[in-house]
């Protein structure tokens, strides 16, 4: 896990994550989260709430180019 500056990095799988397969997510860094697509490695803007993250990473995944950046596993 990359250095994160001693901020917890947490993950909630309230778009998908890797429970039920769908490539999106959203993780909470710090006081912000992000939507966070595990196929492209796009990254969303930092959000105070989790549902407009969520809502980020939805609208992300209806456009993912679906090719995996090099280096993701």
């Known amino acids: ?3 994160d500056g001693g901020m917890a990095l947490q993950l909630d799988g309230g778009v998908g ?3 039920d397969g769908e490539p ?3 993780e909470d860094r710090g006081s912000f989260s992000h939507g966070v697509c ?3 490695g796009w990254l ?3 959000r105070r709430a989790r549902q407009v993250s969520r809502r980020d990473a939805a609208t ?3 456009s993912c180019p679906g090719t995996p ?3 993701t596993p």
Do not use: K, L, Q
């Open 24 to 26: 999106t997510e959203v």
């Open 38 to 40: 595990r196929v492209c």
């Open 69 to 71: 950046d090099e280096g």
């Open 44 to 46: 969303g803007p930092g």
């Open 1 to 3: 896990m990359p250095d």
């Open 60 to 62: 992300h995944a209806e």
């Open 17 to 19: 994550g890797g429970a």
